[in-house]
Every structure is written in C-alpha cells, then in structure tokens.
C-alpha cells in the first residue's frame, strides 16, 4: 500500500496555522486537515445539549451516540455533525471556550485521534492543530511548529473577527485574554498537550506575512527531501 505524504502544523491560537495549512494545500495539492474544526464540532454537540464543560460523565455519554464526518465543498472542509452541517456554528467565543476545555478530555481525544489517523492513511494530507508532530503523526514528513507574540496574534483574530462581523464588542486586549487563557489551558492538559515536537521546524511569525510563511516552509520542504 502507498504510503501518503503528511506535514503537520501546530501552534497557539491565532498564529497563521490555518493559512499556512491552505496555502500549502493549494501549492502541493494536499488535503487540508483542520483539526481544531473536529473539536469545535463536539463542542458544539455538548453546548447543543446543555452540557457543562466541566461535566466529563455528560460529554462521555453524549459521544456515545455522536456521528462525526468531514465533506470537502470545492476544497473546503465542511463538518457534519449527526448528518448536519455545523461549519458555519463553529467560530463563536462560546464554541471555542468549550473545544478548549473539552479538549482535555481523553474520550474525546480518542474519538477524534482515530478519525485524523484514518484520514492521513489514506490521503496526502497537511493536517493542523495542537499535537499533530507530538501525539497525531509522528512519522509526519515535516513538523511544523509556529509562534508569535500574543499581542500580533490577538489583532489577527480582532481583524478577523471584525471583518467576520463576529467581533460583539470586544477589544483587542479582550481578544488577547481569551487567546491567552486558551493557550494555557491547551498546553497545561495532561493529555496530548500544545507544544513543539521534539524534530519540529519551529518559525516565530511575528515579523513575517502570509506569503513569507508559506515561503519558509516550502525552501524546508525542499531541504528536507534533498538532506
Ligand atoms: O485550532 P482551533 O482554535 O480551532 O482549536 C480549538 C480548540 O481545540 C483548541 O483550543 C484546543 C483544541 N484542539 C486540540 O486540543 N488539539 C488539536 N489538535 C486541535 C485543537
């Protein structure tokens, strides 16, 4: 059997994984991966059923019977949820506050670790999120792990919030909390928690555009096949 080609990204919130995952999508031909989307989609299921975030009993019982897939529309990765599309309910502060905490949570991890391991069997894939060099892939062709100063990463989130019109109010140093608290409590989980892969690239993008980013990792691409 073929083996398929993966690149996996992790980092804090709000640091450009996204769209270095889909610019190099559509430079290699890679299927993108999101797996934050994953968590948010249980978030979502729990939220929907009333369920605490701390109430890890409930969140058990509710993925009894939860069905989740992934379509791709044109490319993008849509998530359906017990046959519904939930990709437009997945961005809200609430639905991030409650991927965040659940996330923690080893029977939804194991739920979703299957699911992104199936999906890097069988396809060419950049795949996106916390522990994808670390727990995910850790045969993946190329680890990359970017950083950048919490204060450049919360006005990216302001901006695109804003130009999402999902803002409601918030400033930027109330973005910056909530990515902040996000951050800590993502990388101090005892299970699969943030951080670099030991043979991970890692590339502070503080200083460095979109383009930029995605130029860094293709010249380490080509290094990496050539080494
Ligand atoms: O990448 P994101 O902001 O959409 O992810 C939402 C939450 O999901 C994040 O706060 C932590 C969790 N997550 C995770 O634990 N592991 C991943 N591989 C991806 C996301």
């Given amino acids: 059997m073929k083996k398929h080609m993966s690149i996996a ?3 804090p919130s709000g640091v450009g994984k996204s769209t270095l995952a889909k610019n190099l999508s559509d430079r290699l031909g890679y299927a993108y991966v999101d797996t934050g989307a994953m ?3 249980f978030a979502v299921l729990f939220l929907d059923k009333g369920i605490a975030p701390e109430d890890e009993e409930g969140i058990s019982r509710a993925l009894e019977d939860a069905e989740i897939s992934i379509r791709y529309e044109d490319g993008v990765q849509r998530m359906i949820l017990n046959g519904s599309d939930v990709t437009d309910r997945l961005r809200t502060e609430e639905v991030s506050h409650m991927a965040s905490v659940s996330s923690q949570y080893s029977c939804v991890r194991e739920r979703l670790l299957s699911v992104q391991r199936e999906l890097a069997e069988s396809n060419d894939v950049i795949m996106d999120g916390r522990d994808i060099g ?3 892939l850790p045969d993946a062709g190329l ?6 100063d919490s204060g450049v990463r919360a006005l990216r989130r302001y901006n695109e919030y804003k130009e999402k019109g999902i803002l409601d109010g918030r400033s930027v140093e109330d973005v910056e909390k909530e990515i902040l608290d996000r951050d800590y409590r993502d990388s101090h989980r005892d299970i699969a928690p943030l951080k ?3 043979d991970a690239f890692v590339l502070d993008t503080s200083r ?6 995605t130029e860094r990792i293709i010249e380490r691409l080509n290094e990496s096949k050539t080494c």
């Fill in 9 to 11: 990204i992790d980092g």
């Fill in 39 to 41: 968590f948010r989609t």
């Fill in 134 to 136: 670390t727990v995910v």
């Fill in 143 to 148: 680890k990359v792990f970017l950083t950048a």
């Fill in 196 to 198: 670099a892969a030991e």
């Fill in 208 to 213: 460095l555009n979109a383009d930029e980013v």
